[in-house]
């Protein structure tokens, strides 16, 4: 009587929570806990899969497919048995959209369908993220799944997630950081941005760099740019071009390039090196050949990320004695035009566009001068504005009825994502309404700060967020730190790592610098 009870679990839209009356509490801990949540799932919790021994049939018309998922099943299970996996001929009534996909496994068989390799990608990492050991032995076996049924697509086309990569001293290894992305591509973002934050040593201008002790070569971000195409993410570059030219951070008073070299003194802005000298024609083609390093590396992706946030006023004679708005216009025209002879659109940070104190937006993010509207008026169009709140981050309010900043970019033309940081309700309202309005889409940011409540908090909700799924289901459902160290932990099988790689295994890396913080 109890196991017919027990036998089929159903979930329409999402997963169930333990507070779902569908599920017997003592059930309850057995739900699949899947990030992003998908569209639409329904588990049969006693029905079991065995993960090593049950065919996987893949309907889909991308050859490498099969390939694909031979290849990376056999590194998940780790020398254990692979299942065969067969090409399904093409049938009718496939899920919509090139990164949607349908699972449905039981004890016969697993099938998916896909009208891609990113679909069936996801698939995979769907059906992984529910796998549990097999009991009773003293060591691995095998692995076994519920069985299930889930119908899945993301509801924005962009979902990025933005690490910067600091120099050694701040914890951001090669290791973490191939181990960042191999997370991010687990949980279906199809973007990540790494930002050179001080962390990537350039070959053809070490000189504006930290030491070659505290950095990672420009062979670093290739190889693990290589990696996340593989795992179906795109590397997306990003450098300050404009404020943060330190790449040492935000008020510490260090800089990369000066602290070493006052030769380089003519490249910055007086005032501390803060801004680049944009009126300096030295500084036009140092910040063209570093576009063009980080892009090669990263295999020519169709986005660069200029940053040009947080910029200071002029504090440079050259610079002074001309309206700087224009000089800030032509400087972004010019970086704009730089990428896009390459094929590339540039994304920038929204602040430095909108004046300071505009009551248009009060309650959002406005650093710009009293010109910023002339600037924004005379960029391109096809630039990717990158509109960033923290809802209560510095006092800041949680969530808005509008937001009219995103609305404003996109009435002007302009494709907007939103840039949500830890804030659960701010980042879920955000991206409602990047969601319902029809805007570009998602990259949440993380700071680098790799540890705590806010490093955690990103993982959670985060992915929901980015695929669309935020709002879907039960509220109650979210992942606590365990549910995430599995998957963290299962990225980090992938790469090898073991009992010695102490600096990348956990969330927080060994070599972070442990900074007090009164919200973790």
């Not at 796998?131 to 519920?146: D, F, K, M, N, S």
């Not at 795992?231 to 570059?237: E, F, W």
């Not at 659960?424 to 805007?439: E, F, L, M, N, T």
Request: proline share 8%; glycine share 10%; with cysteine.
């Amino acid at each position: 009587m109890k196991k017919s009870l027990f036998a089929v679990v159903v979930v329409s839209v999402a997963l169930a929570s333990v507070a779902d009356p569908a599920v017997p509490a003592e059930m309850a801990t057995l739900m699949p806990r899947i990030n992003p949540k998908p569209q639409k799932a329904e588990f049969r919790l006693t029905e079991r899969v065995n993960v090593n021994t049950t065919p996987i049939c893949i309907c889909c018309d991308d050859g490498a497919a099969v390939a694909w998922a031979v290849r990376h099943l056999g590194v998940w299970l780790g020398g254990l048995p692979v299942p065969a996996v067969s090409a399904a001929p093409r049938g009718n009534g496939l899920p919509r959209g090139p990164e949607a996909y349908r699972l449905e496994a039981g004890p016969a068989d697993v099938r998916i369908a896909a009208n891609t390799l990113q679909g069936v990608r996801y698939a995979l990492y769907t059906y992984r993220q529910t796998w549990e050991a097999g009991r009773g032995t003293a060591r691995l076996t095998h692995y076994t799944a519920p069985a299930m049924t889930v119908d899945d697509a993301p509801a924005m086309a962009f979902r990025g997630i933005h690490f910067c990569w600091m120099p050694k001293e701040r914890g951001v290894t090669s290791a973490f950081m191939e181990h960042q992305v191999r997370m991010a591509a687990y949980m279906k973002f199809n973007y990540v941005e790494i930002d050179n934050s001080g962390g990537i040593r350039s070959a053809r201008h070490p000189e504006v760099c930290a030491s070659e002790r505290r950095t990672a070569p420009m062979s670093e971000l290739k190889r693990i740019a290589d990696v996340a195409r593989d795992l179906g993410v795109t590397v997306i570059p990003g450098m300050a071009m404009l404020g943060h030219a330190t790449l040492k951070g935000y008020q510490c008073g260090r800089h990369a390039a000066l602290d070493p070299r006052p030769e380089l003194q003519p490249l910055y802005e007086p005032r501390n090196g803060w801004n680049w000298c944009i009126s300096n024609p030295h500084v036009h083609r140092l910040l063209g050949e570093l576009m063009d390093e980080l892009l090669e590396a990263c295999g020519n992706p169709p986005y660069f990320h200029v940053g040009c946030d947080e910029a200071q006023p002029p504090s440079c004679s050259v610079c002074c004695a001309t309206p700087y708005h224009e000089a800030v216009a032509a400087h972004l025209r010019r970086l704009h035009d730089h990428l896009k002879g390459r094929g590339v659109r540039m994304m920038m940070w929204h602040d430095m566009m909108l004046s300071a104190g505009d009551s248009r937006f009060r309650g959002f993010y406005c650093n710009g001068g009293p010109d910023a509207d002339r600037i924004l008026q005379s960029l391109p169009r096809d630039i990717l504005v990158c509109d960033w709140y923290y809802g209560g981050c510095w006092g800041g309010q949680e969530t808005f009825d509008t937001y009219p900043t995103l609305d404003y970019f996109q009435k002007l033309g302009f494709d907007v994502v939103t840039c949500p940081w830890y804030n659960r309700p701010a980042a879920i309202a955000q991206s409602k309404w990047v969601r319902d309005h029809g805007q570009f889409g998602v990259l949440m940011t993380t700071w680098g700060r790799l540890g705590g409540k806010k490093y955690y908090a990103v993982w959670q909700h985060g992915p929901s967020d980015a695929w669309g799924t935020m709002d879907v289901g039960p509220v109650e459902y979210a992942f606590g730190e365990m549910d995430l160290a599995t998957f963290w932990r299962q990225c980090g099988w992938d790469m090898g790592l073991g009992e010695d790689d102490a600096d990348t295994f956990g969330f927080v890396p060994a070599t972070y610098p442990r900074i007090p913080d009164p919200e973790d």
